[in-house]
């Protein structure tokens, strides 16, 4: 199974033009994978979501026997070697499963905690020995993981744990400390626990429920995601083989990191399908829901509503595609061990944090809307719509803070620029010395295809984020850190230039790839990035507004009025258009 796309370094589609043939979409999904999908599919509608309830009333034996089924379907394999009883299939496969699993929310958690958390982890850093002993059982769902990073005092600083490791005389460790919030904690037979070797090098350790030692605190009383556990997790002396340190003593972090740049994306995905399943729910309801004697559905107020989930969800489930792509191009020839796999995933990093942070709240916008397009019906308890939104809400805290990834984004680009990975420092001086000659015009773009004003658009948006950046960086060097407000303004504008790249690149090859609804994808993405355009346009004044004054704020300003035009486009036209087809079919766009 293998995508088209070509190996690309993160970040470059900044500096590069990237063309639409070379883009990993949706439509590009083959036979193999939508099996896949098609199997997560009918798993997640016949077996989970009939039994959320009980899942939701803390029947942990369910979960379980759902885990197994996941298991004897292949679903939790997918990432690992055959050796060890998996799949060993590409990531677009992961992405087609997680995505179809995201609509169960509470059981995608109990899922996550399992694949993404436990598995990945021992498939990236475990030694022959370990993957052995453990992996085959995770697999088939025998039994279950979870990952115990978080202390009370130590969420988004997690390397900052008071967990304690002290090695014996013979050469086992007792490990002393309390997690919080552990995904899985209440039921969980396996755990990845990091704690401080003497109290000072960060280290992951493989920890069975028997052991001995380990114990689980009560359930947490949450808002949301009542179908998953969630408990602390109390270490008493709790004693640990030599042989199950993970990775290296005092490279903890590099097995915590490593797991959460595949779980960003990962939940990105997760997201997408969680956002899918809404906007049909949404469709459903519209046409079914009368009100003045006509369907909701035929108001402009709810058409505005539906058309805009179906773009925002369009521009992040194209960006998440595309990222597939691009981990799969670099992992191609490569023997898929954990070394290759955890460095494609380090390579990425920057575009998994845009897909969480992109992908959450992209959800929550569409859950919101979900809720209000059934009015007091989304408010009570017999509609879904009820609980998508409570169990959703988690998405923007967990795998990272939204406020830590948004940092991360051109954090990592501008360190990446620094030790001169990514050329990004020459383009922004050559960038610079353009926009001081009044002469300079938006970009160029080819007139041989579909949406060229949005490419030109597209180009202007990375100009516009060069120059934040340049800027920032010429302005505060290696105080740059300390400006978050103005991370965030960049962090922003690179998360809407990633996504309304993916969807235009995505939308021109779906004139081939999907032609018969290709009005559609050139629809969503033409909406998403002429609003992305304004969008960008207030972050980027408010970025200069806050490094510059006088002359220099004149003179940036004019080079951004002269850089950034969006062309006006009939927006209401186009989410009517999205509006319709979904409420014909029922349906978000990509699935009719
Ligand atoms: C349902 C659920 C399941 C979870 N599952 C797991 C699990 O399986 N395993 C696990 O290890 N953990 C898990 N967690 C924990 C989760 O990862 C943490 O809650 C998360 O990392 C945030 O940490 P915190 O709660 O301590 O918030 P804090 O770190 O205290 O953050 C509070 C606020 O301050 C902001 N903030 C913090 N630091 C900075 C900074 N440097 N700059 C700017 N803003 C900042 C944050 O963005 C946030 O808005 C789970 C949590 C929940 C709620």
Same mark, same amino acid.
């Given at each position: 199974?293998?995508?088209?796309?070509?190996?690309?370094?993160?970040?470059?589609?900044?500096?590069?033009?990237?063309?639409?043939?070379?883009?990993?979409?949706?439509?590009?999904?083959?036979?193999?994978?939508?099996?896949?999908?098609?199997?997560?599919?009918?798993?997640?509608?016949?077996?989970?979501?009939?039994?959320?309830?009980?899942?939701?009333?803390?029947?942990?034996?369910?979960?379980?026997?759902?885990?197994?089924?996941?298991?004897?379907?292949?679903?939790?394999?997918? /990432?690992?070697? %055959?050796?060890?009883? =998996?799949? #060993?299939?590409?990531? +677009?496969?992961?992405? *087609? !499963?997680?995505?179809?699993? @995201?609509?169960?929310?509470?059981?995608?958690?109990?899922?996550?905690?399992?694949?993404?958390?436990?598995?990945?982890?021992?498939?990236?850093?475990?030694?022959?020995?370990?993957?052995?002993?453990?992996?085959?059982?995770?697999?088939?769902?025998?039994?279950?993981?979870?990952? /115990?990073?978080? %202390?009370?005092?130590? =969420?988004? #600083?997690?390397?900052? +744990?008071?967990?304690? *490791? !002290?090695?014996?005389?013979? @050469?086992?460790?007792?490990?002393?400390?309390?997690?919080?919030?552990?995904?899985?904690?209440?039921?969980?037979?396996?755990?990845?626990?990091?704690?401080?070797?003497?109290?000072?090098?960060?280290?992951?350790?493989?920890?069975?429920?028997?052991?001995?030692?380990?114990?689980?605190?009560?359930? %947490?009383?949450?808002? =949301?995601?009542?179908?998953?556990?969630?408990?602390?997790?109390?270490?008493?002396?709790?004693?640990?083989?030599?042989?199950?340190?993970?990775?290296?003593?005092?490279?903890?972090?590099?097995?915590?990191?490593?797991?959460?740049?595949?779980?960003?994306?990962?939940?990105?995905?997760?997201?997408?399908?969680?956002?899918?399943?809404?906007?049909?729910?949404?469709?459903?309801?519209?046409?079914?829901?009368?009100?003045? =004697?006509?369907?909701?559905?035929?108001?402009?107020?709810?058409?505005?509503?539906?058309?805009?989930?179906?773009?925002?969800?369009?521009?992040?489930?194209?960006?998440?595609?595309?990222?597939?792509?691009?981990?799969?191009?670099?992992?191609?020839?490569?023997?898929?061990?954990?070394?290759?796999?955890?460095?494609?995933?380090?390579?990425?990093?920057?575009?998994?944090?845009?897909?969480?942070?992109?992908?959450?709240?992209?959800?929550?916008?569409?859950?919101?809307?979900?809720?209000?397009?059934?009015?007091?019906?989304?408010?009570?308890?017999?509609?879904?719509?009820?609980?998508?939104?409570?169990?959703?809400?988690?998405?923007?805290?967990?795998?990272?803070?939204?406020?830590?990834?948004?940092?991360?984004?051109?954090?990592?680009?501008?360190?990446?620029?620094?030790?001169?990975?990514?050329?990004?420092?020459?383009?922004?001086?050559?960038?610079?010395?353009?926009?001081?000659?009044?002469?300079?015009?938006?970009?160029?773009?080819?007139?041989?295809?579909?949406?060229?004003?949005?490419?030109?658009?597209?180009?202007?948006?990375?100009?516009?984020?060069?120059?934040?950046?340049?800027?920032?960086?010429?302005?505060?060097?290696?105080?740059?850190?300390?400006?978050?407000?103005?991370?965030?303004?960049?962090?922003?504008?690179?998360?809407?230039?990633?996504?309304?790249?993916?969807?235009?690149?995505?939308?021109?090859?779906?004139?081939?790839?999907?032609?018969?609804?290709?009005?559609?994808?050139?629809?969503?993405?033409?909406?998403?990035?002429?609003?992305?355009?304004?969008?960008?346009?207030?972050?980027?004044?408010?970025?200069?507004?806050?490094?510059?004054?006088?002359?220099?704020?004149?003179?940036?300003?004019?080079?951004?009025?002269?850089?950034?035009?969006?062309?006006?486009?009939?927006?209401?036209?186009?989410?009517?258009?999205?509006?319709?087809?979904?409420?014909?079919?029922?349906?978000?766009?990509?699935?009719?």
């Amino acid at each position: 199974m293998t995508t088209t796309t070509s190996i690309r370094k993160g970040g470059s589609w900044l500096l590069e033009e990237t063309a639409s043939s070379d883009v990993f979409t949706p439509e590009k999904l083959t036979d193999e994978h939508r099996l896949m999908a098609q199997t997560t599919t009918e798993f997640v509608d016949s077996e989970v979501l009939p039994v959320l309830d009980r899942l939701e009333q803390k029947d942990w034996q369910l979960a379980r026997t759902l885990l197994k089924r996941c298991g004897e379907l292949g679903l939790l394999g997918i /990432a690992v070697p %055959e050796e060890y009883g =998996g799949l #060993d299939l590409d990531k +677009a496969s992961s992405l *087609a !499963v997680v995505e179809r699993i @995201g609509p169960s929310a509470s059981f995608a958690t109990t899922f996550g905690g399992q694949a993404n958390l436990t598995i990945l982890p021992l498939v990236l850093f475990g030694t022959p020995a370990q993957k052995e002993k453990y992996l085959p059982r995770l697999v088939s769902g025998e039994i279950v993981g979870a990952y /115990a990073l978080s %202390e009370s005092g130590s =969420g988004s #600083d997690a390397l900052a +744990a008071k967990t304690r *490791a !002290v090695r014996q005389a013979d @050469g086992s460790w007792l490990l002393n400390g309390e997690k919080m919030w552990i995904s899985n904690g209440g039921f969980a037979d396996l755990f990845i626990v990091f704690a401080k070797v003497d109290g000072e090098q960060f280290t992951a350790f493989i920890v069975e429920r028997g052991f001995g030692g380990l114990s689980s605190g009560n359930e %947490e009383h949450k808002m =949301g995601l009542h179908g998953s556990s969630t408990t602390p997790i109390l270490l008493q002396d709790a004693r640990v083989p030599a042989e199950n340190v993970l990775g290296e003593i005092g490279k903890g972090h590099k097995v915590a990191l490593n797991t959460l740049n595949y779980g960003r994306f990962s939940l990105g995905a997760m997201c997408a399908g969680g956002a899918q399943a809404a906007i049909a729910d949404a469709a459903s309801y519209a046409a079914s829901r009368r009100q003045f =004697g006509q369907p909701i559905a035929s108001f402009g107020a709810i058409k505005h509503k539906l058309g805009e989930m179906i773009a925002r969800t369009y521009a992040v489930e194209s960006l998440v595609y595309r990222t597939a792509g691009l981990i799969d191009a670099a992992l191609v020839g490569s023997a898929h061990n954990g070394g290759a796999v955890a460095q494609a995933f380090e390579e990425y990093a920057v575009e998994a944090s845009i897909a969480k942070v992109a992908g959450s709240e992209s959800l929550d916008f569409v859950l919101d809307e979900n809720v209000q397009i059934h009015g007091g019906n989304g408010f009570v308890k017999d509609y879904s719509a009820e609980r998508y939104y409570r169990d959703a809400r988690v998405n923007r805290i967990f795998e990272g803070t939204n406020e830590i990834n948004r940092l991360l984004i051109p954090g990592m680009l501008v360190r990446r620029a620094i030790k001169g990975e990514i050329p990004l420092i020459p383009a922004a001086r050559r960038l610079q010395d353009e926009v001081l000659s009044p002469s300079v015009r938006a970009a160029t773009g080819s007139d041989d295809q579909v949406l060229t004003d949005e490419m030109r658009t597209i180009a202007a948006f990375k100009k516009v984020a060069l120059m934040v950046i340049g800027t920032a960086m010429q302005t505060y060097g290696e105080k740059l850190t300390d400006q978050q407000e103005l991370l965030g303004y960049a962090a922003d504008i690179l998360m809407d230039t990633y996504a309304g790249e993916s969807a235009v690149l995505r939308a021109q090859s779906a004139v081939t790839a999907d032609p018969r609804r290709s009005d559609l994808h050139i629809a969503a993405a033409r909406v998403f990035v002429h609003d992305a355009g304004l969008r960008i346009e207030g972050w980027a004044r408010s970025a200069f507004s806050a490094m510059s004054e006088g002359d220099t704020l004149r003179t940036l300003l004019a080079a951004l009025r002269r850089i950034l035009k969006v062309t006006p486009v009939n927006t209401v036209a186009l989410r009517r258009t999205l509006a319709d087809a979904a409420v014909a079919e029922g349906k978000y766009i990509s699935r009719l």
